[in-house]
């Protein structure tokens, strides 16, 4: 199981109450729900984990770890190695550290 912190952000990317643009703009916290890196899109969990090109670069990490068929949201936020890995990705953008701190998961027990 993951610790709280994490399953707590988890759960967040989940139900899209999250400190990304599109929810921050429904609440009145931002001018724009527009993603501020590529402002091309609205900045959801789909296109901050699955689109943006700014993480290009952690996002094929995350694929090579999880394999191109398993690269989806379903996954990701479900499975066990999915939400590791998608944590992961997560403390490697750096995108959420002001809002939640270092999400690295802790490693595995075997």
């Known amino acids: 199981a993951l610790p709280r912190k994490h399953s707590s952000l988890i759960f967040q990317l ?6 990304l643009n599109k929810h921050l703009h429904r609440i009145s916290k931002t001018p724009s729900a527009k993603c501020e890196k590529c402002n091309a899109h609205e900045k959801t969990v789909h296109h901050f984990l699955m689109v943006c090109h ?14 191109p068929r ?3 949201l379903r996954y990701l936020l479900n499975e ?6 998608t944590l ?12 939640s701190g270092n999400v690295t998961p802790p490693e595995e027990k075997e």
Do not use: D, W
Request: hydrophobic residues 25%.
């Open 14 to 19: 989940r139900t899209g109450h999250i400190t």
């Open 54 to 67: 700014t993480f290009a670069r952690q996002r094929n990490t995350l694929k090579e770890e999880v394999g």
């Open 70 to 72: 398993n690269c989806n």
């Open 80 to 85: 066990g190695k999915g939400m590791r890995a």
């Open 88 to 99: 992961k990705y997560i403390a490697h953008t750096k995108r959420m550290e002001q809002s």
